[in-house]
C-alpha cells in the first residue's frame, strides 16, 4: 500500500498539472479575447489598425496593473483564483453583448469597449502570478516559471488559431465571447472539483459557479436578440441578411423594395443608385477596347460588375477575384442577390477565384484585354497594398497590348488627396489615366481612374477619345455618351492639389496618410 507521503506527492503533482492545464486554458481564453475585442471596436468604431492597437496595448497595460496588483494577495490563493475565474467568465460572456447594445444609446459606447478591455486585462494580469506561486510548492523556481510561461503560450498559439479558423467565421462576435465565459468557468470548475479540500469556501464557491452557469445558458439564448437589437441601430433599415465570416462582417438591410449591402459597417451598393456607379466603372472601358474575349475583375464578388460585363456579347471568359467565399455564395444562392445581379455569379463564361487580389496578380501568368478593380477604399495597410505602385506595375504586365484597366478610386469630393493619390501611383507605373466621376446619392460624389499604357497615347488623347467615342449600343440605366462627357470634367482647385501629392507604394503607404485626412465626418 502507498504510504500517505507518497498518496500526498500524487496529489500535489495532480495539483500542479491542474494548475498548468488551467495555465493553457487561461492563455487561449486571454488572446481570444483580446482579438474579440479588438476585432469588435473595430466593427464598431472603423480604423481596424487604431482600434486593434489601441485594446491590445490597453489589455497589455492592463494586464501589469493586474500583475502587480497581485502582491496584495497572501492567503487564499486558490480561492482567488477561482473568484477571478468567475470574473472573467461574467466579463467576457457579457462583453460583445453589452458593447452592441450600449451603442445603440450613445456616441461614446467607444469608451465603453475600452474600459472592458481594461477589466478583463486586468483581470488575466492577475491569473499567471497566482497560479506561479501556487505551484511553487512543487517545483523548482527554474521549472515553474518556465513551464507555467511555456503552458501560458500555447495556449495563446491554441487560441490564436481558433480564433481566425473556427471561432470568429463561425460563431462570429455573437456567440464567441459567450464560449470563451464558459472556458473561464470550466478552470474553475477543475479547481472546484478536484480540490475542494484545499479550498477555504468550497460551498460558497460551487454555488457562485452554478449561478454563473445558469446565467452562461441563459446568455446563449439572448445573446443573438441583444446583439442584433445593437446593430439595428447601427442602420436605418431593417437588417434582413448578417453574417459573420473569417475576412469580414456582411449585413443586407432593407427599406420598402430596395437593399442595401454593408461590408465592415461601410456602404458597398444600394439598389436605388447602384447603376450610377457599376455602369461607370465597366462601360468606360468596355466600350474603349476593341477587344473583350477575356476580362478580369478583382473584387466585385456581389455580382453587379459582372452583369455589367457580361452584357457584352463578346466576352468569352471573365475571371472574378473575390477574397471572401461568402460573398460570392451570396452572390451565387440568394434571391435578393440573384435578382440584383441577374444571375451574372452563375453564368458559364465566369470563373469564380477566392483569393487575394494581390496574390492574384503577382501569381497569375494570363493575359487580359480589361482588368477592372472594385475593391474597398484603402482602410487599411493591407488594402493600400492593392493601390500602390507594384500593384499597378503589375496590373500592367497583365493587359494585352491594347488593353485598359479602370479602378474605382473613392470619392473626390471627400477625400481629394487620395483620389489624387491613386492618380499619380497610375501615371509612376506607366499609364496615361483619365479621371472621372459620377453622383451615387447613396455614397455620395464617386471617382475613378481608367487607364491605358502612356506608350500606346497620352492621357489628353485618351480623354478626347473617351468624350468622343461612340460607346455601343449596350441597355444601360444611367451611363450614356452625354453621362461620360459630363463625368471626366471636373470643378476649380482639385487638380491645382496634385503637385504636392505623392504616389502610394509598398512601403511608404502614403494613400492611408491622404484617406484619413478625407473630411468622411461630413459625408
Partial sequence: MPTSDSSEKIKLRRLSFVLKTCVFATGCAAIVTEYTLATLASYLLGDSIFQWTVVISLMLFSMGLGSRYSRKYTTDLLDRFVLIEFGLSFLCTFSAMFCFWISAYTIHFGLVVYGIACMIGFMTGLEIPLITRLNQT????????????????????????????????????????????????????????????????????????????????????????IVLYGEQHKYKDKIVYQEQTRYQKIVVTQWKDDFWLFINGSTQFSTYDEERYHEPLVHPVMGLIEERNDILLLGGGDGLAAREILKYSDVKNLTLVDLDPAMTRLARQDKVFLNINQGSMNDSRVRVVNQDAYQFIKESDDLYDA??????????????????????????????????????????????????????????????????????????????????????????????????????????????QAAMISMVNFGKGLFEKEGAIEPNTQFNHNILKYYRQGSWDLY
Fill in 371 to 480: 482588368i477592372i478593380i472594385d475593391l474597398p477604399d484603402p482602410k487599411s495597410v493591407s488594402l493600400s497594398l492593392l493601390y500602390s505602385l507594384g500593384f499597378y506595375k503589375m496590373v500592367e504586365k497583365h493587359l494585352k497590348p491594347f488593353g485598359a484597366m479602370v479602378t474605382q478610386s473613392t470619392s473626390p469630393l471627400y477625400s481629394p488627396e487620395a483620389f489624387l493619390c491613386i492618380k499619380k501611383t497610375m501615371q509612376a507605373a506607366g499609364f496615361a489615366t483619365v479621371p472621372y466621376q459620377n453622383s451615387v446619392p447613396s455614397m455620395g460624389q464617386w471617382g475613378w481612374q481608367l487607364g491605358v499604357r502612356q506608350k500606346a497615347m497620352s492621357a489628353e488623347f485618351l480623354k478626347q477619345k473617351l468624350v468622343k467615342h461612340k460607346f455601343p449600343n449596350i441597355e444601360t440605366r444611367f451611363f450614356n
Fill in 138 to 225: 512543487y517545483e523548482s523556481l527554474r521549472e515553474n516559471i518556465s513551464s507555467v510561461m511555456e503552458y501560458d503560450y500555447y495556449g495563446g498559439l491554441l487560441g490564436g488559431a481558433l480564433f481566425a479558423f473556427v471561432l470568429l467565421p463561425f460563431l462570429g462576435l455573437t456567440y464567441t465571447p459567450v464560449l470563451i465565459g464558459i472556458l473561464n468557468l470550466l478552470v474553475a470548475s477543475l479547481i472546484l472539483w478536484q480540490f475542494p479540500d484545499r479550498l477555504k469556501r468550497p460551498r460558497i464557491l460551487n454555488i457562485q459557479f452554478i449561478a454563473l452557469l445558469l446565467v452562461s445558458i441563459m446568455a446563449l439564448a439572448a445573446a443573438k436578440p
